[in-house]
């Protein structure tokens, strides 16, 4: 297994917030980048009610930097099990999506 943090990214958009539209339902995610990395532009809905849509992101264009994230972008250390389309994301600097912990 390769060393994950040799293949991460400089800067990216850590620290920042961001916003996901989903397409059909119209709900909403805000994340935040807890670590640099690549994001992805469009995700599955991970609305309160997911549905089947997709989200697109607002491209960081997040007026209110205090607004409080739901979700976070992060990278996982080497310790994580990851295989096929994860684990090649996360080796071309991809960040993953989680649930922030209340
Ligand atoms: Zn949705």
Redesign the pocket.
Known sequence: MEDLKRTAPPEGFKGKKNIYV??????HVVTVDVDAGVTPFMIA???V???????KSSMYRVFDQDIGASHEWYRPSIATSLSGATLDHVMKGGLLLRRVKK
């Open positions: 989903c397409e059909k339902c119209r709900g809905c991970e609305a009610e997911k549905c089947s849509g997709m989200m």
